[in-house]
């Protein structure tokens, strides 16, 4: 039987059909931990344990970045329609600061300051620590932007930023004259 498929860098075979070309398939992968460590960091907020919620904060911030690498070095791979809409959405996050800061000021910054200088925004001495009497657990308002967001909202809004993105990618990947 003839090869009729191309051969990727490690030999393998590239799969040929529709969710290879159009889905960002692995970074959406990435995702779905990053939903898992969003609770694991909820529940340790109540706890109270500050090494787990520490532990949780880092695994949270360190997958939501993962997205991105893993969008970029392997679903790009996929097919060139996907790799075409993820260079443009790329651009147009790089391009159009202001409206993708929660890209850039936490889910990028939160990650490079964690494993950079092993700091993080919610345990900064010059945070705003709120105590409740409902809930004796603390937590640390994050500005992003002109926004301030609980440890747990930062971790919700850059899980739904990436939902909203990944869509675009992969509506774009599947209609490129759109």
């Known amino acids: 039987m003839a090869d009729t498929w191309p051969r990727t860098r490690r030999g393998k075979k590239k799969r040929n059909d529709r969710y290879t070309k159009y889905d960002a398939l692995a970074a959406r992968r990435v995702l779905r931990d990053a939903y898992r460590a969003r609770d694991e960091f909820s529940a340790a907020l109540s706890s109270n344990n500050l090494a787990e919620i520490r532990l949780r904060w880092i695994t949270a911030t360190t997958l939501l970045r993962a997205v991105g690498h893993v969008l970029k070095k392997i679903d790009s791979s996929r097919s060139p329609m996907l790799a075409r809409a993820i260079q443009t959405a790329w651009d147009r996050w790089d391009r159009h600061r202001f409206h993708h800061f929660i890209f850039h000021e936490f889910i ?71």
Request: no cysteine; hydrophobic share 30%; glycine share 4%.
């Open 108 to 178: 990028k910054k939160e990650r490079d300051t964690i494993l950079k200088e092993y700091r993080a925004s919610i345990f900064s001495p010059i945070s705003a620590k709120v105590q409740s009497n409902e809930n004796p657990s603390f937590y640390t308002a994050i500005l992003v932007g002109d926004t301030s967001y609980s440890p747990p909202g930062a971790i919700d809004s850059s899980i739904q930023w990436w939902e909203t993105e990944l869509g675009k990618i992969e509506s774009e990947a599947r209609n490129p004259d759109a």
